[in-house]
T-cell receptor, first 111, second 116 residues
Framework: GQQVMQIPQYQHVQEGEDFTTYCNSS?????IQWYKQRPGGHPVFLIQ?????EVKKQKRLTFQFGEAKKNSSLHITATQTTDVGTYFC???????????FGKGTKLSVIP | EAGVAQSPRYKIIEKRQSVAFWCNPI?????LYWYQQILGQGPKLLIQ????????DSQLPKDRFSAERLKGVDSTLKIQPAKLEDSAVYLC??????????????FGPGTRLTVL
């Protein structure tokens, strides 16, 4: 079945440093979504990427979808303490209803 | 707009007991999902409903798990009998319409189940 790998599993950064998490699928995706889960909270939708090579920005967050539609990345510029949480990518395979989540990258920001 | 409601928020049971979780999706959302999130992992889809029909239940352990959405609104997820490895957070999510899954999913607060 479809597998979605995410690295790193953990990342500790000083406030103000940049952060990147990478997502890789075993199969070509029709779309990829990114979610953020605060400690003790539930996943909250951030963005969806559909097109090959697509790049989207939300303030300090930049999302990319690879040309082959098998990988994606989330980059946060100048992290803040409010960025703390676990970031999940979730991919949907072509012709599938199912959204497969990665294991997530847990971000800690040291003030 | 009210979000996805789930109850109970916490449940502790002994193995071999049964348990049921309830979910009320966002009003007007046709698609409802149940996920299992084990500590340190991403959510894993158990079952997806479009209105009151099942779209995908390929990862639902049907020997012990069951789910229904009889009137196309509320849903219940049941585990009978529970095993230790069922300890997890059970998340319900809903989306507006598309069974294709490309619609934004809104998650409820989850039910944290502990099986002793």
């Amino acid at each position: 079945g479809q597998q979605v790998m995410q690295i790193p599993q953990y990342q500790h950064v000083q406030e103000g440093e940049d952060f990147t998490t990478y997502c890789n699928s075993s199969t070509t995706l029709s779309n990829i979504q990114w979610y953020k889960q605060r400690p003790g909270g539930h996943p909250v939708f951030l963005i969806q990427l559909v097109k090959s090579g697509e790049v989207k920005k939300q303030k300090r967050l930049t999302f990319q979808f690879g040309e082959a539609k098998k990988n994606s990345s989330l980059h946060i510029t100048a992290t803040q303490t409010t960025d703390v949480g676990t970031y999940f990518c979730a991919g949907q395979g072509a012709g599938s209803y199912q959204l497969t989540f990665g294991k997530g990258t847990k971000l800690s920001v040291i003030p | 707009e009210a979000g996805v409601a789930q109850s109970p928020r916490y449940k502790i049971i002994e193995k071999r007991q049964s348990v049921a979780f309830w979910c009320n999706p966002i009003s007007g959302h046709a698609t409802l999902y149940w996920y299992q999130q084990i500590l340190g992992q991403g959510p894993k889809l158990l079952i997806q409903f479009q209105n009151n029909g099942v779209v995908d239940d390929s990862q639902l352990p049907k020997d012990r798990f069951s789910a229904e959405r009889l009137k196309g609104v509320d849903s219940t997820l049941k585990i009978q009998p529970a095993k230790l490895e069922d300890s997890a957070v059970y998340l319900c999510a809903s989306s507006l319409d598309k069974a294709s899954g490309t619609d934004t999913q809104y998650f409820g607060p989850g039910t944290r189940l502990t099986v002793l």
